[in-house]
């Protein structure tokens, strides 16, 4: 688990005191978040993946600038230890959702890339994950533009 690290700008001095109404707002926040990750994984397993699956083959899919990824950015994206990545990146091969594939500047390396029953899965999930979005969009709005506008206290 990652922790919460202090930094200068996060010790305690530096912090306004929050308000009755921040905390109740980062309440519902917190609790909006844990209704999206259990919808998530329940649209999951729907579909017969493993919610960590479909985190693996959005991570692919949303791979920035090229595609498909190495199993150590999968890790990364995942915050999963490499071997872990490694297993499920087999694990996917297996299912046939991912294929192996050269990486054509360095040979030795190998990335991982959706495959067409894979694009169609998750096609289908993210569909479903854009509609909760929207549906928790005011939530996210008010607390965005509460701390934007710098109203704790």
Known sequence: MP??????????AARPSLSTADYALLAEFRYALRRFIAFSEDAAHAI??????????????GAPGRDGL????????????????????????????????ADPEDGRKVRLVLTAHAEQLLEELSAAHLEELRAIKPLLTRLLARFDDGETG
Not at 3 to 12: H, L, N, P, Q
Not at 48 to 61: N, S, W
């Open 48 to 61: 017969g993946l493993a919610p960590q699956q479909h985190q693996a083959l959005l991570a692919i899919k």
């Open 3 to 12: 922790r919460v690290k202090k930094t200068a700008s996060s010790s305690r």
């Open 70 to 101: 190495y199993v150590g950015e999968i890790a990364e994206r995942l915050l999963i230890k490499p071997h872990s990545a490694a297993e499920l990146a087999g694990r996917l091969v297996r299912m046939d959702l991912v294929a192996r594939m």
